[in-house]
């Protein structure tokens, strides 16, 4: 079992930045490929971001590539989004997940490990 808890959402204007971080506990962290998923209300579940267990390959969704960096630091198990160049479109609750395999998935339901998410609202 890994628990997954999300932080850094916010309140920012159209262009700022915010930098979200995911936390795990319970389970070692390190094999597991981590995704960041959003879902603004009305809306289903997108992929926004993923990112190898090793941290050396990442894959984006394309709304958000060049504007968005997912990293992680196995050593503290926590895992990152740095948002910049925000638009109100990115308005979102951001989930982090987990799941065992393959990076390169963007299927929220081949995730196996979810958090409670965060909430990220840009202004215009």
């Known amino acids: 079992q890994v628990q997954l808890v999300e932080s850094g959402g916010g309140l920012v204007q159209a262009g700022g930045s915010l930098r979200l971080s995911c936390a795990a506990s319970?389970?070692?962290?390190?094999?597991?490929?981590m995704g960041w998923f959003r879902q603004a209300p009305g809306k289903e579940r997108e992929f926004v971001a993923t990112?190898?267990?090793?941290?050396?390959?990442?894959y984006y969704a394309d709304s958000v590539k060049g504007r968005f960096t997912i990293s992680r630091d196995n050593a503290k198990n926590t895992v990152y989004l740095q948002m910049n160049s925000l638009k109100p479109e990115d308005t979102a609750l951001y989930y982090c997940?987990?799941?065992?395999?393959?990076?390169?998935?963007?299927?929220?339901?081949?995730?196996?490990?979810w958090g409670q998410g965060t909430q990220v609202t840009v202004s215009s």
């Open positions: 990112i190898s267990w090793g941290g050396g390959i990442t």
């Open positions: 319970g389970r070692t962290f390190s094999p597991y490929a």
């Open positions: 997940a987990a799941r065992a395999g393959s990076y390169r998935v963007t299927a929220p339901g081949e995730y196996h490990y």
